[in-house]
């Protein structure tokens, strides 16, 4: 029965179960957290070849797994650093140092 399955939708496997295990302990909106999900299983499906070519691995399925766990946690964090910086005040900040350094300071 396994054997029926084709090979790429096997090798999704471990990327989407590492993905669903980090899920458990996200505390998020479901929207949010689905989002985040999809964005790990995508980072582990082609970061883990990659890892795995790297290390001399010839099956990836563990770092799948891996990569999808701490995929998802580091796209979380990338998430929640993008919604901290406060875009108004970086935007006022960056043209008042522009201006100083053109000499064009009001």
């Known amino acids: 029965m396994l054997n029926d399955i084709p ?3 096997r090798e999704l496997g471990p990327p989407v179960a590492g993905s669903l295990t980090s899920l458990l302990f ?8 689905f989002g985040i999900f ?3 299983c995508v980072f582990a499906m082609f970061a ?4 795995a070519s790297v290390m001399g691995m010839e099956n990836n399925n ?8 701490f995929g998802m946690a580091i796209v979380g964090k990338v ?6 910086i406060q875009g108004e005040e970086v935007g ?5 140092k ?9």
Do not use: H, N
């Open 7 to 9: 090979p790429e939708i």
């Open 26 to 33: 996200m505390r998020r909106p479901w929207l949010q957290a």
């Open 38 to 40: 999809l964005a790990g």
């Open 48 to 51: 883990a070849p990659v890892v």
């Open 62 to 69: 563990l770092i799948g797994f891996l990569i999808g766990c």
């Open 79 to 84: 998430y929640d650093s993008i919604e901290a």
């Open 92 to 96: 006022k900040t960056f043209v008042e």
């Open 98 to 106: 522009l201006r100083k350094l053109l000499g064009v300071d009001k």
